[in-house]
């Protein structure tokens, strides 16, 4: 059985970083894209960033462009955001995310077929 579960979460005060993981057992998603997305309390579940199945292509939702950072570690089977300059409006349940269809990035939410169970981020101001 596929998992994905995810650590990191924190609170942390405005300004400040970040790093979250997530660690999949169960098959490899090497060949697939991974993406991370969000959900605060009384919104729909968005978008934050997305990672080719190489590493070599990313893509950011502008309210986080040139703050987080996704990476991945094929070898590994994990994925990880770096997050930076953190505000308060970031606070969110973090998702992981893994396609079994795209190897490129993607932002569509119904592209993602197995999620982790979330990470509390919460920023202070």
């Known amino acids: 059985q596929a998992q994905l579960v995810e650590s990191g979460g924190n609170l942390v005060q405005a300004g400040g970083s970040l790093r979250l993981s997530c660690a999949a057992s169960?098959?490899?998603?090497?060949?697939?894209?991974k993406g991370w997305f969000r959900q605060a309390p009384g919104k729909e579940r968005e978008f934050v960033a997305s990672i080719s199945w190489y590493g070599g292509n990313t893509l950011y939702a502008d309210s986080v462009k040139g703050r987080f950072t996704i990476s991945r570690d094929n070898a590994k089977n994990t994925v990880h955001l770096q997050m930076n300059s953190l505000k308060p409006e970031d606070t969110a349940v973090y998702y992981c995310a893994a396609s079994l269809r795209l190897g490129s990035t993607s932002f569509n939410i119904k592209d993602y077929y197995y999620w982790g169970q979330g990470t509390q981020v919460t920023v202070s101001s």
């Open positions: 169960g098959r490899t998603f090497s060949d697939y894209a």
